[in-house]
């Protein structure tokens, strides 16, 4: 927990294409919280972070109501009134950048077997909505309805108003330069924000933003979480 007394613990300022820099300063929002501090709010520059404040977030899409990380369930969390829209990218064999979770397809699908075994045309036969259960009673509402894994570009361009926080998956150098091409060639740099969960991953993702000059939102790795907390902390 943050001791909200300290007036010193602040916010994180975010620099596109840079290894994460913590700002701290003092800068204070007319009135209490209710708890006998004052409100604080974080300045972040990139325009990705323009969007209504309390955040809603569709984690998967409304992961709840409709296969994760499909058109489907991105759709929805856009009518729910998510601001943001997360969702998970990998590359398929032949190279093409596909919106799934798991690294293996037996969760999510009727397919077995890992994403980078398959080529995109195979993967668009399997059935996107087949193991979605939500009330648990063996109904499984969306099979057989055509629910295919998507591609980040078709989801890009079915939503163009959005913005998408992307995590790339797995710590393969071709998916980074990938996901960066393709969010640059959709005119995306200011509506999606890109996220690794592996250092290593988040590591790279910025050398080869340096390196190619794009400028999407960037998220932070376990190590810049950690980094920040005891850089608060000292």
């Known amino acids: 927990e943050v001791d909200r007394s300290r007036t010193d613990l602040i916010g994180l300022e975010w620099l596109d294409a840079q290894p994460p820099r913590f700002e701290f300063a003092q800068d204070r929002v007319a009135g209490e919280d209710g708890h006998g501090g004052a ?19 569709g ?24 601001a943001i829209v997360e969702t998970d990218v990998h590359l398929t064999r032949d190279g093409k950048l596909v919106l ?21 045309a195979e993967l668009r036969q399997l059935d996107a909505g087949h193991q979605f259960d939500p009330a648990g009673d063996g ?3 969306f099979r057989g309805r055509g629910l295919q894994i ?5 989801t890009l361009e079915a939503f163009p108003r959005q913005h998408f926080n992307v995590e ?7 998916l980074i330069e990938e ?8 005119g995306r740099e200011d509506s999606v924000l890109l996220a690794a969960a592996e ?11 340096r390196r190619c000059g794009a400028h999407p939102a960037i998220s932070a790795s376990a190590g810049d979480v950690l980094a920040f907390v005891r850089s608060a902390l000292d």
């Open 168 to 174: 790339i998956k797995e710590h393969i150098p071709a």
């Open 179 to 186: 996901t960066v091409a393709a969010v640059c060639k959709a």
């Open 59 to 82: 984690h998967r899409g409304a992961c709840g109501e409709a296969p994760e990380n499909t058109l489907a369930a991105s759709g929805l969390a856009v009518t729910q009134g998510a």
């Open 150 to 154: 998507p591609t980040l570009e078709e």
């Open 100 to 120: 799934i979770h798991d690294e293996l397809l037996e969760r999510t699908t009727d397919g077995r077997g890992r994403i980078t075994d398959h080529s995109l």
């Open 199 to 209: 250092d290593p991953t988040m590591r790279d993702l910025r050398d080869h933003l």
């Open 39 to 57: 409100r604080y709010r974080t300045r972040m520059r990139h325009p990705y972070f323009d969007v209504p404040v309390p955040t809603v977030i």
């Open 139 to 141: 109904s499984f509402p």
